[in-house]
Each structure stands twice: as structure tokens, then as C-alpha cells.
């Protein structure tokens, strides 16, 4: 008892940074029993996540999980020192939080997009030929010039690019732009013309092929079903350009303190994440999402081939794009737009069509994630889960809206009455306000975003980026998700301010909320006793500082399953 007494107090001193003599405490025959090492985090301000215990100042990590947490004390007497003295890393009374689950990302479209031109920010027709141009420099004629990120709403007249405009500067070469949403894209003539599409092209169920008055193409596809004309004559990438475009995406992922994903990428994309996985170099959790439209028999095959069981890589919902955005006013609306009353917005596929395929993947057991952004997209949405649970019920499905963004104040408290996850994400909110009431009058503004009021009904929130159409940075997300306002402020008191809701909420929507909707609870969130050591130290107490300088944060060290996977120099 003694022996073990003294190498207790030895731990205790040696790893708070107090030098002693190192006393002979084992007899001189006998050694220690060889188990895995524990890693002490000591001298921390850890924000648990746990409202039972939501303060600790140390951590001690063993096996991928967190073994103890609370004072030092505890951490270094209680807590397995005695027996495996670990490594020791101070934390210097830096802020430590639960990492962040973005419950929506595009991990594969990110990637190739670190390797195609980028346009966000462009704030001019003229500003993205001169982009364009200076791409077209770098290339071969007739290689395919690609980019993303361009967003007319910052630009004077807020118009739609051209082909005509693209084809000033490429007339040479493919050239094909998508759109900050994903949801709109602007090919250039030459791109057309390997697509077929002619003044006698159909628009596509669900898209929709911009025409001049005299019929011919202006170069705007809407919609993913118009889009694939173009996207499916483009090469597709190399497996090592694939690879090196995701390497660069986990990277930025665990400098902004990501440690799981929630992702909609290619099938090739996930073997890719499957090769890494096996290398053991992947740094963040990721649950894949399954194409919802794609046969039967594949989506069974790749639920089988993928797993749904694994920590660190597994399937999980399927994934169905039922509009478009609110942007491009391609977000299907119970009513005409303010702005353009000829458009009510496109619904992508059919309302019995969408049902009879929801009932049918749910009675195999996947979990379906919609994409819903206008009024008529969410209450469809509902009505087909609300059909789902009459046809097939008794079972905790969990399913989700995606974006949720404009909802009709009556269709509010379905989303807790039929268990339905409002995935959102706010910083959306705060790029789209500039413009939102715009599009759709400040009476169903009324419904946009609305945070407070889904919690309020009881609904569960579901917090992420929609990356990359928005920066992964969580940071942005919470500064929107208090504050409701610009990047730089205002309007005062934010837009709709009604719907804040408090920073607590805000991270819990990002962390226990994101863990929830992929079944995941008591297992990631939280920094407690057995769920899993995923966890982000920041440079600033983020409960202490206002909250215009949450975007001015830094993250210092991301740990997920016990491991650095980043560390600020």
C-alpha cells in the first residue's frame, strides 16, 4: 500500500511540472505490466458539453476514448497513473471544446474543387472573364476549364452570366462554372456543343435549359438534371488527382477543428476515403450518404460494402435533392417569388414518385435525408415522412430535412411531431439575408432559418456548412447562429432576431445534435467518461468573448480519436 502511495504522489508532482527526486518505488526484480499508454491533457478550461458536469481542467485519454475527466487530482490519482505513467501535454488554460460534426458536407466536390479554378467571391461578369482568361492560360486548347464558387448576387445588375460571355475569352476550350450553390451552372458555347444541347433540347424533368427569346441556350443550366448534360462529358479525374483533392480537404478540415463529417460525395470518393482509412491517415469520422435515386440492389450493395457499423467510416442516409435554391430562385415555393412572380421555383421529381421510393427504402431500413430549402419542398417533404410512418411504423428512422431554410409557419411543429432532424446550416443565413427578403417578402421571411422556433416545438437541431458551398470555418456558423447578422455587422439586433438561439444551443446543434441525426448519441459530443476523444483546442474562450470575435478564433490543436491530427505552429 505504501509503494503504491508514494508513486502516486510522484506522478501527481512530476506531471504538474514539480520537480523531485526520483525515489526507486518497484522492487529492483520485478517491472511494471505492459498497457497501453494514457495521454494527460492538463490545465485546461473544457467545455464539456455535459450539463451535469459542463467544467473540467484536465482529461486523460486512453484507446481512442476518453478514460477520466475533471480536476487534476482526479485525472493523475484516480485515474490509471499510477499504473502507466503517459505522455503529458499542457494545455496552459486554453479553451477546450468537443470537435465539431458538420451534419452536411461534399467532401469529393470540395476536392475537385481545391483543384479547379475558384470564383468565390467574384464580384463582376468582367472580374470572372479575367479569371477565366487567365485559367485558359494554363491550358491546352480544348482542355475543359473548370470552376465554382461564382455568386451573381454580388454582382451590379445581379444577372446570370452567359455563354456569350464566356466565349469571349474561350473560344478554344470547354469552359464550365458552377454556381456558389450547386444548383446552377453557365457552360460556354463550346461546352454546349459536346453536351448536344440544341434550341430543340426538352428542359429535363426537374431542370430547366435557359433560352433567349430566340429559343437557342444562354449558356445557364438549372438544376442537377439540366446540369448532367455537361457533367457527364466532362472527363472524370484521375484516382490520384481525386486523392490528392480530398488529401487537401482533410487537411482544412482539421485546421477548423472537424473532427466527423456527414458527407454526400461519388462512390469513388469513398473508396478513396477507404484507402486512406487503411493507411491509417484519415483524420476526421465521416458517415457517408447514399445517392437516394440510385437502383435498389447498388444502394444495398454499398450499404453492405461500406458498413454502418464502423467509428471511423460507414454508410449512413440517402440522400434526395427535392428543389433547388433560393438563390437562383430554383427553390420550389407554395407561392410565386416576390421578385419574379412567373416562378413558383422547380420541384425535382414527383410528389407520388418521391413517396412510393421513400416507402420503399425505408421498409429496407435507410435512413433518408431530404433536401428541402422553399415552403413547398419542406411540406412535401413532411408529408411524404408522414406517409412513411403510416405505412411502415414503430420504427426510430430519424429522418432529415436538409437546409429546412423557408418554412410555413403551420408545418413548424411537424418536424418534432414526426421526429424529423432540421439539418441546417447558419451561415447560410448570413450570407442569404443580404438578399432572402427579396426573393420571398418579409411575411415568410418570417419562417426563414428559424432556429428558435424549430427548438422551441421540440424539434432536433442538426448544424453544418454545406461544404463547399460554404466555407467549413464552424466558427462563421456560430457567430450566425447568436447574432443573425453580416460578417460585419448588422443589422442591429440581426435579422429576424427572434430566431437566435444561445451559444449552448448553438454548439450542441454542431456536436450532441450533429451525433444524433447519424446515431451516434452517448458516443460523440460530449467530453465524458467512454465517448470517444475527439476534441479541438481553441485560442479564445468562446463563452467569454463577444461574439464578433468568434470568426477571429483559431484553432490550436484538433485531436480525434486521441490523436493530433493538427497543431498550430
Known amino acids: 500500500m505504501m509503494t503504491r502511495w508514494l508513486w502516486r504522489i510522484t506522478v501527481f508532482f512530476v506531471i504538474s511540472g514539480i520537480c523531485m527526486a526520483s525515489p526507486t518505488i518497484l522492487p529492483a526484480q520485478s517491472k511494471p505490466a505492459l498497457i497501453r499508454k494514457t495521454t494527460y491533457y492538463l ?43 503517459g505522455d503529458t501535454i ?22 475537385r474543387d481545391k483543384l479547379a479554378m475558384s470564383l468565390n467571391g467574384v464580384e463582376s461578369v468582367a472580374e470572372l472573364q479575367k479569371r477565366v482568361k487567365s485559367e485558359i492560360s494554363k491550358h491546352k486548347a480544348g482542355e475543359w476549364i473548370l470552376g465554382s464558387g461564382w ?49 430543340k433540347t ?91 435515386m440510385d437502383p435498389l440492389n447498388d444502394l444495398q450493395d454499398r450499404r453492405a460494402q461500406g458498413g454502418t457499423t464502423d467509428p471511423w467510416l460507414k454508410t449512413g442516409a440517402l440522400k434526395m435533392v427535392t428543389d433547388g435554391a433560393l438563390g437562383t430562385r430554383t427553390a420550389a415555393m407554395l407561392a410565386p417569388y416576390s421578385d419574379d412572380p412567373s416562378t413558383n421555383g422547380i420541384m425535382n421529381i414527383d410528389t407520388e414518385k418521391l413517396k412510393a421510393m421513400a ?64 439539418s441546417m446550416q447558419p451561415s447560410h443565413e448570413t ?16 419562417g426563414a432559418y428559424a432556429w428558435n422556433s424549430l427548438q422551441k416545438s421540440g424539434a432536433k437541431l442538426a448544424f453544418g456548412t454545406d461544404y463547399d458551398v460554404e466555407s467549413i470555418n464552424p466558427m462563421r456558423g456560430l457567430y450566425a447562429c447568436v447574432t443573425r447578422e453580416l460578417p460585419d455587422g448588422g443589422p442591429p439586433g440581426g435579422w429576424e432576431p427572434q430566431e437566435k438561439i444561445s451559444l449552448d444551443d448553438c454548439i450542441s446543434a454542431y456536436t450532441t445534435g450533429s451525433a444524433y441525426a447519424e446515431f451516434e448519441e ?24 463577444p461574439a464578433t470575435q468568434f470568426t477571429k478564433t483559431k484553432v490550436l490543436r484538433t485531436v480525434t480519436g486521441g490523436r493530433t491530427v493538427f497543431k498550430a505552429e
Not at 435 to 445: C, L, T, V
Open 43 to 85: 490545465h485546461g478550461r473544457i467545455y464539456t458539453n455535459d450539463p451535469k458536469h459542463p467544467w473540467a481542467s484536465a482529461l486523460a485519454v486512453r484507446d481512442e476514448k476518453i478514460l477520466c475527466i475533471g480536476s487534476i487530482e482526479h485525472i493523475l490519482l484516480d485515474c490509471g497513473g499510477a499504473e502507466a505513467p
Open 90 to 111: 499542457q494545455l496552459k488554460n486554453n479553451f477546450v471544446m468537443p470537435g465539431f460534426n458538420d451534419a452536411h458536407t461534399h467532401i469529393g466536390g470540395a476536392g
Open 151 to 199: 455568386d451573381q448576387t454580388l454582382w451590379p445588375d445581379r444577372k446570370f452570366p452567359t455563354r456569350l460571355q464566356l466565349d469571349e475569352v474561350s473560344p478554344e476550350n470547354p469552359v464550365y462554372l458552377v454556381h456558389i450553390s450547386g444548383h446552377v451552372a453557365v457552360a460556354n458555347s463550346l461546352a454546349l456543343k459536346h453536351a448536344e444541347i440544341t434550341p
Open 202 to 292: 426538352p428542359n429535363p424533368t426537374g431542370g430547366e435549359i435557359e433560352r433567349f427569346a430566340d429559343g437557342e441556350a444562354t449558356g445557364v443550366l438549372k438544376e442537377g438534371a439540366a446540369m448532367q448534360f455537361v457533367v457527364q462529358r466532362i472527363p472524370d479525374p484521375s484516382e490520384a488527382q481525386r486523392r490528392h483533392g480530398i488529401e487537401l480537404v482533410l487537411d482544412e478540415l482539421a485546421r477548423n477543428g472537424v473532427t466527423s463529417v456527414q458527407d454526400n460525395s461519388e462512390w469513388e470518393d469513398f473508396q478513396e476515403y477507404k484507402d486512406i482509412k487503411e493507411e491509417g491517415k484519415l483524420t476526421v469520422r465521416i458517415t457517408e450518404w447514399l445517392y437516394f
Open 359 to 422: 416507402i420503399e427504402r425505408d421498409r429496407l431500413g435507410f435512413q433518408l435525408a431530404f433536401h428541402a430549402i422553399g415552403d413547398k419542398a419542406n411540406h412535401v417533404s413532411l408529408d411524404v415522412f408522414e406517409s412513411i410512418e403510416r405505412v411502415n411504423p414503430g420504427r426510430d428512422r430519424r429522418d432529415r430535412i436538409e437546409h429546412a431554410q423557408i418554412i410555413a409557419p403551420e408545418d413548424i411543429p411537424r418536424f418534432a411531431r414526426l421526429n424529423i432532424i432540421a
Open 431 to 446: 450570407n442569404d439575408m443580404r438578399w432572402a427578403e427579396e426573393r420571398i417578402g418579409p411575411d415568410r421571411a418570417k
Open 522 to 545: 452517448g458516443k460523440k459530443g460530449q467530453l465524458v467518461v467512454g465517448q470517444y476523444a475527439d476534441f479541438i483546442v481553441l485560442s479564445n474562450d468562446l463563452t467569454k468573448i
